[in-house]
């Protein structure tokens, strides 16, 4: 049984090597990239002077179980976030509610703390949440955890790359609430495995990275199977049309919340670096000798290539990992580990892999290989100067293409 008043994963399924990466097109025909002049890659950091957010509500002024209230005191959550403030009340409400922020910002507490509330104090209600990538479904596991810790609840967390068997045990408990990525929840859905028409609570959090993803049918699909009579929340970094249209498909009454954080990329000194065939590699070797590369996040575009590049770069002395969609889920997150440690220092991935990672001291991001679009970049450069840091984020531009 996976409780959350027991601390140990909530599945404990090992890796398989045929893992399935619904979500990554890294192993198919990568879309034609988007021409974008490098000069947009060109930037100086002008770090924003942060104003201080005064919430209007403290946890206490929630009406929250006791258990929840223990639980983020303990959690030393002393003041709500802009999100948690604005989400909290309506969500306890039963609205249905659109968050526009960003990871950081608090917002996986910011619908944690509203559905964990109802769960525990209506019996007959069940939760689906549903995120982009398995790290980021896990990371709202282990705070759903540590909110619901004593509370009795039982979930089960339904991602890929591990064994079905663990899923499918912990499915028969009869969870209240299902975390996991559109693929392998659809996978469950389809065998039988999973039945989520009672389900009167669902959270879709980056709803547009899992359009970008492809997940639109999944996504539609699974809500569409939920209890009709449903409170919905969804989060995304942005609204344009297409998260919309998803919105619009499942809630006609939504309370908006958009959370102003400053714009990530201005704390971020950007530049380019010019290279050709011969070269690429020494110049990267440079970058990552310098005293102030201190931890380094490389893109690249492919599984292959990732996996080569952080090769070269151990057979130079660097200490790195890989982190791509071909890898298992217990070596993606032992790669992640690592770099969190600081037992490596350089990290080489692929943009899906790279989603939703929140380490807080990334130095440098390099741009190995140019992103698909002018928003992939900004996604990318993200991962660095954070939490008020400078961060920097070097491109490599290649001489013969851009004369
Ligand atoms: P998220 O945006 O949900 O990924 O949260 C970013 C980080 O902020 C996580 O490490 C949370 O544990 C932390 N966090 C969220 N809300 C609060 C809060 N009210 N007080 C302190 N830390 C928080």
């Known amino acids: 049984m996976s409780q959350f008043r027991k601390s140990r994963p909530f599945n404990g399924g090992r890796p398989v090597r045929n893992y399935q990466n619904r979500g990554g097109s890294q192993n198919r025909r990568q879309p034609k990239k988007a021409y974008i002049h490098p000069s947009k890659f060109v930037q100086s950091a002008s770090p924003q002077t942060e104003q201080v957010y005064v919430p209007e509500h403290s946890f206490k002024d929630f009406a929250l179980v006791e258990i929840i209230k223990t639980n983020l005191d303990a959690m030393n959550y002393q003041h709500p976030s802009p999100i948690q403030d604005q989400a909290i009340q309506p969500g306890l409400e039963g609205k249905d509610i659109v968050g526009i922020a960003n990871t950081g910002t608090g917002k996986t507490a910011a619908f944690a703390i509203p559905v964990l509330n109802r769960l525990i104090t209506e019996r007959a209600s069940k939760a689906i949440i549903l995120a982009p990538t398995r790290e980021l479904a896990e990371q709202i596991e282990q705070q759903c955890r540590v909110i619901g810790r004593g509370s009795g609840l039982d979930g089960v967390l339904l991602i890929g790359g591990v064994p079905m068997g663990p899923q499918l045990r912990d499915l028969k408990n009869n969870p209240r609430i299902i975390i996991g990525t559109p693929g392998r929840i659809k996978d469950h859905l389809t065998r039988g495995s999973l039945k989520i028409k009672d389900c009167n609570i669902a959270v879709l959090d980056e709803v547009d990275r899992m359009l970008d993803m492809g997940f ?136 899906v892999a790279a989603r939703g990672l929140d380490v807080s001291d990334v130095t440098h991001v390099i741009n190995y290989s140019l992103p698909q679009s002018y928003d992939d970049y900004v996604h990318r450069i993200g991962r660095t100067g954070r939490a008020g840091k400078i961060g920097n984020a070097l491109t490599f531009i290649d001489e013969k293409v851009e004369r």
């Open 216 to 351: 639109v049918h999944d996504i539609t699909h699974i809500l569409s199977n939920t209890s009709t009579d449903r409170q919905g929340y969804y989060f995304s970094a942005t609204l344009d049309a297409r998260v919309r249209d998803v919105i619009n498909k499942f809630s006609n009454n939504v309370t908006h919340i958009t959370v102003k954080s400053g714009d990530t990329s201005s704390n971020v000194e950007q530049n380019i670096v010019m290279h050709n065939a011969q070269n690429k590699l020494d110049k990267l070797h440079d970058i990552l000798i310098h005293d102030s590369t201190s931890k380094t996040i490389i893109f690249d575009d492919t599984h292959r290539l990732v996996e080569k590049l952080s090769k070269e770069l151990a057979v130079r002395g660097f200490k790195t990992e890989a982190i791509h969609g071909g890898k298992s889920q217990s070596q993606r997150k032992n790669a992640l580990k690592k770099f969190k440690n600081n037992e490596v220092t350089v990290l080489v991935a692929t943009d």
